[in-house]
């Protein structure tokens, strides 16, 4: 089974207030099926995240791949700490 770490949309009204769950997901479902395990939040209109990086560690050591979103929030997050 192939996995990816990407994101999930949630709250999408009122238009323009979405914001995201980072969510570990079998790469042949749909962006908002069910998912295997949440490990975070992403909202883009305060800028705010937080995501377990033990358990995406975890994911990445048994073969899941991060969505080009995920990587580079997850490189922000490396640089303000």
């Known amino acids: 089974m192939a996995v990816h ?10 238009k323009g207030r979405a914001y995201f769950r980072v969510t570990v997901f079998d790469e042949r479902k749909a962006r908002d099926s069910k998912f295997i395990e949440e490990v975070g939040f992403y909202n883009p209109v305060t800028g705010e995240a937080k995501i377990k990086k033990e358990r995406v560690e975890y994911w990445i050591k048994n073969g899941a791949q991060l969505s080009e979103t995920v990587k580079s929030l997850m490189h922000k997050l490396s640089k303000e700490v």
């Open 5 to 14: 770490i990407r994101l999930r949309r949630i709250g999408k009204r009122p």
